[in-house]
């Protein structure tokens, strides 16, 4: 489908039990860089038997609305930025067209996927709960790589503009080698996470799912290599918990 203003392409499956009057939950989950919606149809198919709504988009310049410059480590930050702007036009598209429950939308990406959903949760949003991996909160660890542009960082970077940050259940999952973006990144934003939800009840709707034993995956990033269903797994636990009971 294509969804907003911009025409995202998305991915969507509706379990079967949502019928016209039921109103299931959604995640709203973005890719990332250099591959597609389409590429992990085993995390989808957990949602989807469990009753969840999936709506999958193409990041700007990927899968449908391919552009090599976009695909470049460069263009990084440029692809987050641009995404973050079309999130809410793809919900409200979405509301329109699926039987989803307003009250129950989750969202969430990997890499600079994850990027895009962290940045738009430091914004005014309704979102009942998120969940990322392989990304940060925190893009200072990311200065020495081709992907940095100081211009964007100084004004999207998360770790920096809390201030508008509503606490919600938050979950993390990272690679303890993972060698394109740093997990010390990801546990310093979630710490931060941590002093902000004041006490124990608050803090303990912050997960990070960190795996501390070398995946196979590339480059410990993406997939977790041969941990990649324990980490799906761990996912939808998380969103069982927050979307369903």
């Given at each position: 489908?294509?969804?907003?203003a911009?025409?995202?392409?998305?991915?969507?499956?509706?379990?079967?039990?949502?019928?016209?009057?039921?109103?299931?939950?959604?995640?709203?989950?973005?890719?990332?860089?250099?591959?597609?919606?389409?590429?992990?149809?085993?995390?989808?198919?957990?949602?989807?038997?469990?009753?969840?709504?999936?709506?999958?988009?193409?990041?700007?310049g990927?899968?449908?609305?391919?552009?090599?410059?976009?695909?470049?480590?460069?263009?990084?930050?440029?692809?987050?930025?641009?995404?973050?702007?079309?999130?809410?036009?793809?919900?409200?598209a979405?509301?329109?067209?699926?039987?989803?429950?307003?009250?129950?939308?989750?969202?969430?990406?990997?890499?600079?996927?994850?990027m895009?959903?962290?940045?738009?949760?430091?914004?005014?949003?309704?979102?009942a709960?998120?969940?990322?991996?392989?990304?940060?909160?925190?893009?200072?660890?990311?200065?020495?790589?081709?992907?940095?542009?100081?211009?964007?960082?100084?004004?999207?970077?998360?770790?920096?503009?809390?201030?508008g940050?509503?606490?919600?259940?938050?979950?993390?999952?990272?690679?303890?080698?993972?060698?394109?973006?740093?997990?010390?990144?990801?546990?310093?934003?979630?710490?931060?996470?941590?002093?902000?939800?004041?006490?124990?009840?608050?803090?303990?709707?912050?997960?990070?799912v960190?795996?501390?034993?070398?995946?196979?995956?590339?480059?410990?990033?993406?997939?977790?290599?041969?941990?990649?269903?324990?980490a799906?797994?761990?996912?939808?636990?998380?969103?069982?918990?927050?979307?369903?009971?």
């Open positions: 489908m294509k969804l907003g911009t025409r995202v392409p998305a991915l969507l499956a509706v379990p079967e039990t949502a019928g016209p009057q039921d109103r299931a939950p959604a995640v709203l989950w973005m890719h990332g860089r250099t591959v597609s919606k389409e590429i992990d149809p085993g995390r989808y198919l957990r949602w989807l038997r469990a009753g969840i709504v999936t709506c999958a988009v193409d990041l700007p990927h899968g449908e609305r391919f552009e090599e410059s976009l695909q470049r480590q460069e263009s990084t930050l440029e692809v987050v930025e641009r995404m973050v702007e079309e999130i809410d036009g793809v919900v409200a979405l509301e329109e067209i699926a039987p989803i429950d307003p009250a129950r939308i989750a969202i969430g990406g990997m890499s600079a996927g994850g895009a959903a962290i940045v738009r949760l430091c914004r005014e949003h309704r979102f709960c998120a969940s990322v991996e392989a990304t940060t909160g925190s893009w200072r660890w990311q200065s020495h790589r081709p992907m940095w542009d100081a211009e964007r960082a100084t004004r999207l970077n998360p770790i920096e503009h809390l201030g940050w509503r606490d919600i259940p938050f979950q993390a999952l990272h690679a303890l080698h993972d060698e394109w973006v740093a997990a010390e990144g990801q546990r310093e934003f979630l710490d931060a996470l941590r002093r902000r939800a004041g006490g124990p009840d608050g803090a303990s709707r912050i997960e990070f960190l795996f501390e034993e070398r995946t196979g995956a590339p480059f410990e990033h993406a997939g977790f290599g041969r941990l990649s269903a324990v799906k797994d761990a996912q939808l636990r998380w969103f069982r918990r927050w979307l369903l009971e």
